[in-house]
């Protein structure tokens, strides 16, 4: 059992609706991240949070907005998305600098 | 800045083959450097790591050894199994800038596919 729970698992929406991703940890972990992972490709790092702060945006589109209301809850909004969007979108969790990321099974987005 | 380079495969082999999965890496400092794997329809789990020069990680008959001196962090397991079969990827991590926490650099991924 993965201990990063993220939902939904699957979410489909049209480019006009506002939705949010949720990303839940409870290992004391004080580092979150979101991913992007398109198909047979390796993950992209989108947002790093380190101790509810917003530390690293890859110049990620305004169009997604990450939020992280305490240190085992991240949240990303997603509004006015483009069918190339679509994706599998990873969250993950660390203790911090140098230490290994645990991730969870990803939420699988689909824009019509 | 950095990157990880990993042969993409497909690999396929049989059961009970040795498996070398080679990765080299390119960054400044001292990056630690993990193997993840990933299973159809699944996030990515956690395989090893290794924090510095000559660490060894090892986890369920995979290792890998942190070297330096050739920048490298290859995989190997003894003998597969056809549940190995899965996308394996390489990955640093180094700190940030900014002195928080830091983000994963992946390599493309090897394609695993081991035939009974």
């Known amino acids: 059992d993965t201990e990063v729970t993220q939902t939904p698992k699957h979410l489909v929406m049209g480019m006009t609706n506002k939705k949010s991703l949720k990303c839940e940890q409870h290992?004391?972990?004080?580092?979150m991240y979101w991913y992007k992972q398109k198909a047979k490709k390796p993950p992209e790092l989108m947002f790093v949070y380190s101790y509810e702060k917003l530390s690293i945006n890859e110049s990620v589109p305004s169009r997604f907005s990450p939020e992280c209301p305490n240190s085992s809850l991240l949240n990303l909004h997603l509004h006015a998305l483009q069918p190339e969007d679509s994706a599998l979108y990873l969250c993950?969790?660390?203790?911090?600098?140098?230490?290994?990321?645990?991730f969870g099974d990803g939420t699988r987005l689909s824009i019509l | 800045g950095d990157s990880v380079t990993q042969m993409e495969g497909p690999v396929t082999l049989s059961e009970e083959a040795f498996l070398t999965i080679n990765c080299t890496y390119t960054a400044t400092g001292y990056p630690s450097l993990f193997w993840y794997v990933q299973y159809p329809g699944e996030g990515l789990q956690l395989l090893l790591k290794?924090?510095?020069?000559?660490d060894k990680g090892s986890n369920k008959g995979f290792e890998a050894t942190y070297r330096k001196e050739t920048t490298s962090f290859h995989l190997e397991k003894g003998s597969v199994q056809v549940s190995d079969s899965a996308v394996y990827f390489c990955a640093l991590t180094r700190p940030h800038s900014g002195g928080g926490a830091d983000g994963l650099t992946f390599g493309k991924g090897t394609h695993l596919i081991i035939q009974p």
């Open positions: 993950a969790s660390s203790q911090g600098m140098g230490q290994p990321q645990h």
């Open positions: 290794a924090t510095k020069a000559d």
């Open positions: 290992m004391g972990h004080r580092a």
